[in-house]
T-cell receptor
Framework: GESVGLHLPTLSVQEGDNSIINCAYS??????FIWYKQESGKGPQFIID?????DKRQGQRVTVLLNKTVKHLSLQIAATQPGDSAVYFC????????????FGAGTRLFVKA | NAGVTQTPKFRVLKTGQSMTLLCAQD?????MYWYRQDPGMGLRLIHY???????AKGEVPDGYNVSRLKKQNFLLGLESAAPSQTSVYFC??????????FGPGTRLTVT
């Protein structure tokens, strides 16, 4: 069935290093994908998105890569900072009688000082 | 511009009690959503609305009802609360495409 999942539930990185968070999806008909960041006690916050007709998109310190061949999505964070510590969700957007988003379980990123 | 707001922030209910969670957005968004988030899990869609006066079921709608009488408000009701409904509830809104804007969440405990 349709699913969006993450390869690793937790990731620990040293401050200043780059972080890579991975996500697998199964629905090749999705319109586009979004990465969200959720800090403790808060709602998810948009980081970056990518449409299914693209394979790479860059933002400020973040890059999202989309590999449609293997149905894989990744979020790269450059020069990880303590403020990047949070749970990161990938989300798959589908149009089916409405506009719904399916979220993965999330990856918790710990940044060590 | 407050974005998406939710009331209340916290609530404790006894089994069988009812309550309504209120979500309000001031961005004139057509689409609104209610999610629940359980510990260590992602967000699961309860109900959503694609416009004023319309609602639709999401992934986990049982035990919940919703109403969208005004474009800016989306209400989530629990008719008879159960311990399995202990969770954090998030409301979100957006236009048809694009990022969703989330509220701060409501932490509900059912004893």
């Amino acid at each position: 069935g349709e699913s969006v999942g993450l390869h690793l539930p937790t990731l620990s990185v040293q401050e200043g290093d780059n972080s890579i968070i991975n996500c697998a999806y199964s629905n090749s008909a999705s319109d586009y994908f979004i990465w969200y960041k959720q800090e403790s006690g808060k709602g998810p916050q948009f980081i970056i998105d990518i449409r299914s007709n693209m394979d790479k998109r860059q933002g400020q310190r973040v890059t999202v890569l989309l590999n449609k061949t293997v149905k894989h999505l990744s979020l790269q964070i450059a020069a990880t900072q303590p403020g990047d510590s949070a749970v990161y969700f990938c989300a798959e957007n589908m149009m089916s009688g409405g506009f719904k988003t399916i979220f993965g379980a999330g990856t918790r990123l710990f940044v060590k000082a | 511009n407050a974005g998406v707001t939710q009331t209340p922030k916290f609530r404790v209910l006894k089994t069988g009690q009812s309550m309504t969670l209120l979500c309000a957005q001031d961005m004139n968004h057509e689409y609104m959503y209610w999610y629940r988030q359980d510990p260590g899990m992602g967000l699961r869609l309860i109900h959503y609305s694609v416009g004023e006066g319309t609602t639709a079921k999401g992934e986990v709608p049982d035990g919940y009802n919703v109403s969208r009488l005004k474009k800016q408000n989306f209400l989530l009701g629990l008719e008879s609360a159960a311990p399995s409904q202990t969770s954090v509830y998030f409301c979100a809104s957006n236009e048809m495409t694009g990022e969703q804007y989330f509220g701060p969440g409501t932490r509900l405990t059912v004893t």
